[in-house]
């Protein structure tokens, strides 16, 4: 998980320097970010299973291609900017509702 943080901030950083507008991509990557330390913090308390963690690491992986994608020819449209936008929403509330349900004990019946 650390080194999928480390690879968040580098890509902040890789676009601040192609030079694509900063206010756009800095915010959704930022969200991104702040959406993968969620999901590490959740795997760290144990409010998140593996089984849990891994469905959310798989939704944040396409929210990043289609971030990539949508950034490919270095705009990013209002359509582009509103899809990532309801991507990243339900993401966030995936993230939330699986680190606040019960969790069952192994061998708990």
């Known amino acids: 998980m650390k080194i999928r943080l480390a690879l968040g901030a580098a890509t902040v ?3 601040g320097i192609l030079g694509l507008p900063h206010a756009e991509a800095g915010q ?7 959406q993968q330390s969620r999901i590490a913090g959740g ?4 409010e998140l299973t593996a ?3 891994t469905r959310l690491e798989r939704q ?3 929210i990043e291609a289609d971030r990539k994608k949508a950034l490919a ?4 449209s209002p359509q582009e900017r509103a899809k990532l936008t309801r991507e ?5 509330r995936r993230i939330y509702r699986q680190k606040h349900d019960v969790q069952k004990q192994p061998g708990a019946k």
């Open 88 to 92: 990243q929403n339900r993401a966030s």
């Open 43 to 46: 795997i760290e308390s144990g």
């Open 73 to 76: 020819d270095g705009n990013l």
């Open 51 to 53: 089984r849990e963690a």
């Open 60 to 62: 944040q992986t396409k």
């Open 13 to 15: 950083l890789l676009l």
């Open 28 to 34: 959704i990557t930022n969200r991104e970010a702040r």
